[in-house]
C-alpha cells in the first residue's frame, strides 16, 4: 500500500515525522515552567521571554476553514503587468557564471555561523536543529577533532554548491518548499510561517551580507526596512514634520497581505538588473511555484501552491520584499517631489505618507495605480490617517470626505484636535507607529499609560512562569524585560517620558524583589 500511493504520487495517508501531535490544551504548571527555564539554559532568552508572557490565542476555525484562509493569503502569480519579454527573462533557467557569483562561502564563516545560530529553534521538514550541527561540528572546541573537521569542510562545500545556483533540479524541491505551519494572529485569523531546513537559511544567511551594504545605499532616504536604527529615523522625522507643520496629513499605510503577494517576478528583475550576482541564487528558490507542505488537517499532509511573496522563515524574505517594491517607491518619491513638499517613508511594508492634504491624496491615487504591478494594495479599512489643521471645521470636513469617498473606513480616519468638538478627539489623534507613538501629547501620554499597564501584565506572568527558577528569571529581567521601554525612551521627547520611567523602574523593582520575598 505505501509504495502504491508512493507511485501515485499521493500524499493523504502520510504524515511529518511521527505524525500531528496533540499537545495537552492545560499543560501542568511544573512543564510549562520548565520548558521556559530550558529556554533560558539554552540560550534562546528572547524565546523564553515570548512563551512566558504570551497570551495563547485559540482559533475558532474548523481545519479546512484555516486551509482556505491560508490559500488565500497565497494568491496566483500576477503577470498582467508585465510583458512577455520581461517573464521569460525571470523564468528562463539562466547559465550560472562562477566568476560573477555571490561571494565564496568559507569554512570560518561557516563556523562563526554554527557558533552564533540560537539554540531551541524550529527546523524544516528535515528536523534538522542547530543543536546537532553544533555537536556534530564540534563547534566550541577549540581544537577540534579530525571528524569534526571533515564535517565542516563537507557542510561548507554544499552550502556553495546551494550558493552557486547549481542545484540539479531532481533536488531543488527539496530546498524551495517548505514545512507551512499557521500560528493564530486572532481567533478567525492566521499567520502563516514557512520552516525551512538549515541548509537553505544558511547558504542564504552567510552571503547575503555582502549585498546589505549595496541595498542600505540604494534605499537611502525611502526605504529604512535593513538601515540601522531604521524605526527611529523614521519616527523622529514623522514627529518632526507633524511639530512643525501641524496642517499636513499624515497616512500610516497598511498593505493587504503585503509579504506574501509582493511579486516575485517584479524582484527577480531588480535582481537581475542590480544584483547579478545573486540572480542564480534566488531563481533556483522563487522562479516556480512553491509547495508548503502543512499537516493543519491532522489526519493527512496536504500543501498549499506559493507563486507570489517571499517565505517568512527565508533570511532574505525582508531584503527581497524591500528590492521588489523599491521601483515603485522611487516613483512614488518623485512623483511627490515634482508636485511640492510630501515624503514617503517606508519601513519594509508599513509606509507613512506626510505632506500637504492634496498630495497626500494624489500619492494614494499613485498607489491604486501602480502599487498592484509589485503587488502592493493599500487596505483602506485598517491603517490610520491624520488629517492636518485646517483653517476651518468644513475645510477639514470636506477633507474628510475626500478620504471617505476613496473608500476609507471612517474609524482610520481622525481629524485634528483643533477642528473637532469631540471631548477624546486629542487622546486619538496619533497613531501606534514601528513600536512607539506619535501624535499630540495627550495621545502619546495615554498610549504610555496603556503600555505601563502591559508591562505590568508582563510582570506578573514572569513572575508567575519562574516562581521556582530565580535566576533565570534575573537574566530574563535584565535582557528582555528591562530593554522593551528603550525603544520608546528613544524615540519619545522626554518631557513625556519622565512618569514612564519612573514606574517602569517601580515595575521591574517588584519583579526584583519578588525574587527575595
Known amino acids: 500500500t505505501v509504495m502504491t500511493n508512493l507511485l501515485r504520487d499521493d500524499w493523504h495517508l502520510f504524515t511529518l515525522g511521527k505524525g500531528f501531535r496533540h499537545h495537552a490544551p492545560n499543560p501542568s504548571r511544573q512543564s510549562f515552567q520548565l520548558r521556559c527555564a530550558k529556554l533560558v539554559e539554552s540560550g534562546n532568552l528572547s524565546k523564553a521571554f515570548q512563551l512566558a508572557t504570551s497570551t495563547s490565542i485559540q482559533t475558532t476555525l474548523s481545519a479546512q476553514q484555516r486551509i482556505t484562509l491560508l490559500q488565500q493569503k497565497h494568491p496566483a502569480r500576477h503577470t498582467a503587468s508585465f510583458t512577455a519579454l520581461e517573464i521569460d527573462s525571470v523564468t528562463s533557467q539562466p547559465t550560472p557564471d562562477p566568476v560573477h ?8 564563516s561557516v563556523l562563526h555561523y554554527i ?30 577533532s579530525a571528524d569534526a573537521l571533515l564535517y565542516i569542510s ?14 540539479p533540479k531532481s533536488i531543488i524541491a527539496v530546498f524551495r518548499d517548505g514545512h507551512l505551519i499557521s500560528i493564530p494572529k486572532s481567533p478567525t485569523d492566521d499567520r502563516p510561517i514557512v520552516l525551512a531546513s538549515i541548509y537553505r537559511k544558511w547558504s542564504t544567511a552567510i552571503p547575503l551580507q555582502s549585498l546589505i551594504p549595496d541595498l542600505q545605499l540604494s534605499f537611502q532616504h525611502l526605504q529604512f526596512g535593513i538601515s540601522p536604527r531604521g524605526t527611529e529615523a523614521i519616527i523622529h522625522s ?31 528583475l531588480q535582481v537581475k538588473e542590480l544584483y547579478g550576482e545573486a540572480f542564480s541564487f534566488f531563481f533556483q528558490f522563487y ?47 518623485q512623483f511627490l517631489l515634482a508636485q511640492g513638499p510630501a515624503l514617503p517613508l517606508f519601513f519594509v511594508d508599513d509606509g507613512t505618507i506626510i505632506g500637504p492634504h492634496a498630495l497626500v491624496l494624489s500619492a494614494i491615487h499613485f498607489i491604486n495605480q501602480h502599487g498592484p504591478r509589485v503587488g502592493y494594495r493599500l487596505n483602506t479599512a485598517k491603517g490610520r490617517l491624520l488629517l492636518g489643521s485646517c483653517d476651518s471645521v ?11 469617498d476613496l473608500g476609507f473606513h471612517p474609524a482610520v480616519l481622525h481629524m485634528h484636535p483643533s477642528n473637532s468638538s469631540e471631548p477624546s478627539a486629542a487622546a486619538s489623534y496619533g497613531c501606534k507607529v514601528l513600536g512607539s507613538y506619535v501624535g499630540s501629547d495627550e495621545f502619546i501620554l495615554h498610549s504610555l499609560e496603556l503600555h505601563l499597564t502591559h508591562l505590568n501584565d508582563l510582570a506578573d506572568k514572569l513572575i508567575s512562569s519562574f516562581s521556582d ?4 528569571l534575573l537574566t530574563l529581567l535584565r535582557h528582555c524585560f528591562l530593554t522593551k521601554p528603550s525603544h520608546l525612551f528613544r524615540t519619545i ?18 519583579v526584583f524583589c519578588s525574587m527575595t520575598s
Open 394 to 404: 468644513q475645510t477639514a470636513q470636506r477633507h474628510q470626505q475626500d478620504y471617505l
Open 115 to 144: 557558533r552564533k545560530a540560537r539554540k531551541g529553534v524550529a527546523p524544516g521538514f528535515d528536523k534538522l536543529r542547530n543543536e546537532h550541527v553544533k555537536t556534530l561540528s564540534d563547534c566550541y572546541n577549540p581544537i577540534p
Open 469 to 472: 527558577y530565580h535566576q533565570h
Open 238 to 268: 514623522v514627529n518632526s514634520i507633524m511639530h512643525s507643520h501641524p496642517d499636513y496629513d499624515v497616512y500610516f499605510a497598511d498593505g493587504i497581505n503585503a509579504f506574501n503577494s509582493v511579486s516575485r517576478t517584479a524582484t527577480l
Open 493 to 510: 521627547p522626554p518631557r513625556l517620558t519622565l512618569s514612564f520611567a519612573q514606574r517602569v523602574n517601580s515595575i521591574g523593582h517588584r
Open 154 to 167: 563537507h557542510l561548507t562545500s554544499f552550502l556553495n554548491l546551494i550558493r552557486s545556483g547549481t542545484l
Open 101 to 108: 557569483a555571490l561571494p565564496v562561502i568559507t569554512s570560518d
Open 287 to 333: 522562479a516556480d511555484t512553491s509547495q508548503l507542505w502543512h499537516t493543519i488537517d491532522p489526519s493527512h499532509i496536504s500543501s498549499i501552491d506559493s507563486d507570489e511573496g517571499f517565505q517568512q522563515g527565508d533570511p532574505a524574505s525582508t531584503a527581497l520584499y524591500c528590492i521588489g517594491i523599491q521601483p515603485f517607491l522611487k516613483q512614488l518619491q
